[in-house]
């Protein structure tokens, strides 16, 4: 279990899955080919066989005797037809590793989504006799508004997602819709980073000094950050995204702030430093 410790807050990773193999089915542009041409990303995050590594986790954060989920994953007997691996999948130790980490799900009192796509709020639920019910009763899930008003608006862009991991859990009250610079306490605040989805942020963490950022998907390999222009097939507006991936790579290159992947395998995080007309993921 890798975990940071970012002046007096702590984040620790809880891994669900790791996908190794082609990305092309996200990345359309991150074949082997030219996954290899980016020589700073072996052998962490591409295998010398131009194969990639990534990972499907959260991110625990301790943060002024907050307890805090970044993300939950995919979680299990989700309804997921249009993506095989992942439909109605069951086992794996995700709670119990939650649970090792120091995070009983009755102890979480907050669940950050910083987007409501499928692999970000599965655990939000569990299914318990026939009915979805929410994973982590006692947390505020703290959602930007403009996040959820646009997957409220269309649910069924998604399939099932929305009404097995979104609604079951604003329905039983746990919601706060924010804005997209909400403060979750003085050491813990979203980061407006649209494009992947309407409403998407990303997580900054600052104390004593320090600082990290956990990114989300406005990156899903460190690639993106050597080729900004590398779309995710999943983007609601590619454009913007590249537009906010840029913009934070201009913000946070060639300073002390730790860039935390959402997707990114071991070692998952890293300081950017610009990289020619780019930037690369200094380990």
């Not at 052998?43 to 805090?68: K, N, W």
């Not at 026939?130 to 409220?152: C, D, K, M, Q, S």
């Not at 998407?200 to 989300?216: F, K, L, M, N, P």
């Amino acid at each position: 279990m890798q975990q940071w410790k970012i002046g007096d807050v702590t984040i620790t990773k809880v891994v669900e899955f790791e996908i190794p193999g082609k990305v092309t089915w996200i990345l359309p542009e991150a074949t082997s080919e030219n996954l290899l041409a980016i020589d700073w990303c072996r052998p962490h995050f591409v295998r010398d066989d131009g194969q990639s590594l990534m990972s499907v986790h959260a991110l625990l954060v301790e943060s002024q005797e907050r307890r805090i989920v970044v993300d939950t994953c995919i979680g299990n007997d989700k309804n997921l037809p249009h993506m095989r691996a992942w439909h109605r999948k069951t086992g794996g130790s995700f709670l119990e590793d939650l649970i090792r980490a120091g995070f009983r799900p009755e102890s979480v009192d907050t669940v950050l989504c910083t987007h409501l796509h499928v692999d970000h709020v599965g655990w939000n639920t569990r299914l318990q006799d026939g009915r979805w019910v929410p994973t982590f009763p006692n947390a505020r899930h703290l959602w930007n508004r403009a996040e959820y008003e646009y997957w409220e608006s269309d649910s069924e862009i998604q399939g099932d997602v929305v009404a097995e991991s979104v609604t079951p859990v604003f329905e039983a009250g746990l919601v706060d819709l924010v804005t997209e610079d909400h403060v979750v306490t003085d050491e813990v605040r979203l980061e407006s980073t649209p494009g992947h989805t309407p409403g998407h942020v990303s997580v900054h963490v600052s104390s004593r000094g320090e600082e990290a950022v956990i990114t989300g998907d406005l990156t899903h390999h460190p690639a993106q950050f050597a080729r900004p222009e590398w779309h995710s097939r999943a983007d609601w507006d590619g454009a913007m995204s590249e537009a906010s991936r840029r913009a934070f790579c201009e913000r946070y290159a060639d300073r002390p702030v730790l860039i935390i992947g959402t997707h990114f395998a071991t070692p998952t995080a890293g300081h950017l430093v610009r990289d020619g007309d780019a930037w690369r993921l200094d380990l």
